[in-house]
């Protein structure tokens, strides 16, 4: 369904009451489910959004870069404010989650084509050409590095890599992997994992040679292998970099993953902010199957089939979690699932899973070709191997780091050229911040476990708003299912901003802290379980910058303004208000 | 198969496999509160007032399965608080103006109110602007009343397998409707277990309405769940 | 020990929840033994006279003269309790929440059924009016409430038990009849 609504979405710039009548009875359900999934992603939209859909990320790091003044260009230059499409229905602009561009904040996208490190003389030139009616993608005048410049991507984002490491940006001879795995039994290749002790890299860190050992002894004939390609974390865009430099050795990945669960397809679940990688990655699939790497035999082995297919997304920072990804897979809301059951017992189409990150299969794939004990010969006691960082924020070189696990950030922060820096978010918004008594801790599972966001705080940078931001982030990406989670954030922000704005009480603050510890425990997904963290984790270690907004000494602090209470009433009675008191 | 045997709160209880613990604990006469899971439905698990902790994690006894040897913990001060918040939300979530409520006495959340003494919300209200939908023939849709149950989502679906009921939206702007083309030919006997099936009055049915009188409602003199047990 | 002194005010309420004060029968004159009324319409006091022990307030603020009133009371008494639906949560007056204060306005003013169409349309602005809040408040967003008692109206039992608890400094047993909401 998801497929059908994004050719609506694209071709007539908007899905009309008409077109969900239409889509439902096609698709033989009901108009409300149709709706449904219309309203829930970011980049289908009821109302029209212009021949040219702009959506500009605003995110913190955004914010950082000068989002503000970008917006104010694009408002003045195209003449109508964020949330609105021109009279003429040519221009429409609005705001969107981080994109993955962290690395070239301000970004945005227009059509599906990626506009980076804008400035206001971009802003103008880009609107002057939608105004003349050139295509989004004539509008880009340079194109970035590496990939970025093949035929099939011509894109202006860069892939900023700093830092190389053995694993993901070491040499890779295609075809290597799968040629490898085809000598090897399925059991010998999830033992290879086993050995290794790889964990997951989109966050939570599962081992995956028990995730594709418990998905292998599923029953049933059919297994699917799903490579999660959200990468909806603000601050992330390693998987980006991975997309467009090293997909081969993605792809194999998967290829190994197949071959070691017993699944013959895969599905690349990229996320649609992503869509100027498509054909290029398709273009990569079919060279694959041409030269025997996917497809039937693979590799001249007997029964190894395996194929991959892409599915894209439609803009939900929910959809990385495994189970709402494969239910979005379906074409539905990406609500996370109720488990059990787990994705590896029941998952996409209801047959046994495995969802593994972008880069982990990339890990896999290394793996086999140079065994498990060299993999964990690197990091630290319970995390092994390399990681890759996507660092951003107030340093002087953002962009992708390939790090040993057991790395400080202190370390980190020295390459990156952030040695002012006085604040650090370790995996993005659900994770840690932490100050600079913290800076000698370690980058890995047993210390400082991220996905691979570092946001860089300077000492420009107000902290508490970057907090805001992130709060904002998960009232808006939470998919509304459990009520600790939808109610709660939203909560938790209310109260924040009362603290913010002066009118808070040590009560306040004491009443925050306790409400994120409900959410966090109610919840139902890992969103909502983490979501507090921002407001939690700089209560612990920036707790002087909440201590300076509270009003000292009173437990009790009204917000309530008169002033603009009665202002509203005096003007519809054309009568001037009087101040408190008369 | 055989029973499996837990403990909730210290007590030994016995289930069958598969059982949720919800129904576990109901058949052993411990009430866990729910106020989104309902007889005949698949858990949904939207609520989670009925989040209980089983080996130090948290999880909804609703969707979750028991298992041998379980140690459950329900009635925690702690847990029982965080459930009584959940309540306390969901009254600031919405609009909810009891005294001119027709569910008001027949009401699951207003019963919870009651069970767990909720003086007022420890929460700010939010105030949500939101709407009611009357263009239906059968039903009014309160939307400033739900709770996002998903009941009725779950509950009414069509001989042809299609939903009459559906969620909208994303985040804090999620919200219930329902399929006007569908609902048009709604019977009455289908708009009659939508309400009922409702915990809230956010599904009420037009024509028909305040039929028993205060102090004879099912929740005027019996807390919710003192039929199931403490 | 002097008797405890109470004040009670309706803002925007009905006087139902007062009416349910009177309507612990004949308790009311054990009341009257047990606490002194100042500022109230009980006794039709307008003014505080003195510093008062326990302020009872029906209604949420839905304009300036509310607000003003609210905190007068704030000042002149020790402990603030809001009384029915209407004072913790704004009650029905705060229906209105959702619409704005505009289309309000116009509705009561112009476009109500009661309105002759041939009148010319007037909106009230006298300075002495009070004027209207952008929403109903609930009480304890405009001042700290020490305590809360739910009804519409609360029941008279509760309202006794909580008031004989307050002024003996026994503990509030709520039985469950006595919380309700409606
Ligand atoms: C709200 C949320 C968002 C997530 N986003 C991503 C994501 O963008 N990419 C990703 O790989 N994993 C994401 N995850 C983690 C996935 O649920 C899952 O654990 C992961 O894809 C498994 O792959 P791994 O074992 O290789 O890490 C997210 C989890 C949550 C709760
Ligand atoms: S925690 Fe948030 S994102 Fe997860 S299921 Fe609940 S509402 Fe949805
Ligand atoms: S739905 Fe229940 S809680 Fe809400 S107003 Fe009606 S009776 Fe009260
Ligand atoms: S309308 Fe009623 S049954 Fe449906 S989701 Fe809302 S509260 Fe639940
Ligand atoms: S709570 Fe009920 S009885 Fe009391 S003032 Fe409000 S409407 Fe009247």
Redesign the interface.
Known sequence: MLDVIRDVQSETGSVSEEAI?QIAAAM??????V??VV???HFFSKSPVGKYSVYLNNSAVSFMKGCAAIAKAFEQEAGCAFGKTTADGNIGLFYTSCIGMNDQEPAAIINDVVFTNLTVEKVKEIVAGMKAGKSAKDLVKQFGDGQNQSELVKSMVNNNIHKKGLVLFAPFEAGSAVKKVATMTPDAVVEEMKVSNVRGRGGAGFPTGMKWDFTRKSEGPKRYIVCNADEGEPGTFKDRVILTEMPQMLFEGMAVGGYAIGADEGLLYLRAEYMYLKNYLENVLEKMRKNNQLGKDIAGKKGFNFDIKIQMGAG?Y?CGEESALIESAEGK?GQPR???PFPAQVGFMGKPTSVNNVETFCCAARIVLEGGAWFAAMGTLQSKGTKLLSVSGDCKKPGIYEIEFGTTVKTLLEECGAMDAVAVQIGGPSGTCIGKKDFGRRICYDDLATGGSIIVMGPKTDILQVVHNFMEFF??????????C??????LT??LE?IMHGKGSATDLT?LES?CA?VK????CGLGQTSPNPILTTIQNFRELYEAKIQKGK??V???D?A???????A???????S??H | MADITLTIDGKTCKAKPGQSIVDAAKENGIYIPVLCNYEGLK??????IC?VRVGGR?M?AC???VGEGMIVESGTPDIED?RK??VE??F??GNHMCPCCEKSGNCELQALGYRYQMLVP???Y?WPASQVDASTPKIFLDKNRC??CLRCVRGAV?P?G?????????????AI??????ASKMTDEMAQKAMDSCPVGAILRKEVGYVVPIGMRKFDSKPIGSDIGQ | MSKPVVATASLAGCFGCHMSVLDIDDRILQLIDLVEFNKSPVDDIKTFTKTCDIGIIEGGCCN?EN??NLKEFRKHCKILISLGECAIMGGLPAMRNGI???EC??EAYYNCPTIDKNDPKI?????ELP?????V?PLH????IDYYLPGCPPRADLIWEALVALITGKELSLPYEVLKFD
């Open positions: 009548v033989n359900v009901s108009q409300v489910d709706e449904g309203t829930f992603y939900a929910v809301r109720n488990r059990p009232v808006e990406e939470s998919c509304g299912w459990c009520v600790p939808r109610a709660g954030n939203k909560i209310e109260r009362k009443e409400w409900i425990s109610m919840s139902r437990d009790y009204s917000e309530f008169f603009a209470a009665v202002k509203e009433s005096c519809v009675a054309n009568r001037k208000p009087l408190e008191g | 858990p949904a698990g939207t609520c989670r989040t948290f909804a969707t979750t399965p965080m918040a959940i939300m969901l600031v979530e420890r929460f700010p939010l709770v996002q069509t042809d299609k939903h009459v009921f559906g969620l909208l939206n994303r985040g804090d702007r999620t409707a329902i399929d006007h083309a569908l | 300036s607000v003003e704005p204060v505009k306005m116009e909106m009230p602005n006298d300075d004027m209207i809040l952008d929403r408040y967003e405009i001042v700290k």
